[in-house]
């Protein structure tokens, strides 16, 4: 199996409007080509949600906007996932 080495900028937002944004790199497997299908899926909450968060604590919702900055593969850069509601 294939991995690339990727830097993600994520942006964690709260119902009280504060905005928190971190920088993660990881080393993931390439994910399939096919955004909408369920391994895809599976594997943004495999491998790209456990990164999101900043370990603030209370009650409230919220949301997290990342993008893959880098990338040892190319075609990774760019790509985006939303979690959250």
Request: glycine share 10%.
């Amino acid at each position: 199996m294939s991995t690339a080495t990727i830097t993600l900028r994520i942006e964690n937002t709260y119902d009280d409007g504060e905005e928190i944004v971190t920088r993660a790199v990881t080393t993931v497997p390439l994910p399939l080509p096919d955004e909408d299908s369920t391994e895809r899926m599976d594997w943004e909450y495999d491998h790209i949600f456990p990164l999101t968060g900043t370990g603030r604590t209370g009650g409230g919702d919220s949301w997290y906007d990342v993008e893959i900055t880098e990338s040892t593969a190319p075609d990774l850069v760019g790509l985006t996932f939303e979690f959250g509601y």
